[in-house]
Nanobody, 116 residues
Framework: QVQFVESGGGLVQPGGSLRLSCAAS????????MSWYRQAPGKERELVAR????????NYADSVKGRFTISRDNAKNTLYLQMNSLKPEDTAVYYC?????????WGQGTQVTVSS
């Protein structure tokens, strides 16, 4: 059974930083590309960043390029998202994601709120 447990969200002031973690289980994590998505209130869920199974290739949404870094530790079955220079518009629930066999697998999400 595929499971993700996200953590690391919280309330942070504009310009601050947070590091999200996603602990994965139930599949071969080291063989899977992984992604972070986010969903703000009243908006559709959007892709934030994606990383290949080995971490050799990473892609980012234009809105987070240069501020966010996706990474992974395959020995720990864990996906990360380092978020720097946070803006109020980054406020959302953040989800880790695996897309496999035409199906999306999601965690429960972690809330990130950027506000002074």
């Amino acid at each position: 059974q595929v499971q993700f447990v996200e953590s690391g969200g919280g309330l942070v002031q504009p310009g601050g930083s947070l590091r999200l973690s996603c602990a994965a289980s139930g599949f071969t994590f080291s063989s899977s590309a992984m992604s972070w998505y986010r969903q703000a209130p009243g908006k559709e869920r959007e892709l934030v960043a994606r990383i290949t199974s080995t971490g050799g290739s990473r892609n980012y949404a234009d809105s987070v390029k240069g501020r966010f870094t996706i990474s992974r530790d395959n020995a720990k079955n864990t996906l990360y998202l380092q978020m720097n220079s946070l803006k109020p518009e980054d406020t959302a629930v953040y989800y880790c994601n695996r897309y496999y066999n035409a199906r999306d697998y999601w965690g429960q999400g972690t809330q990130v709120t950027v506000s002074s």
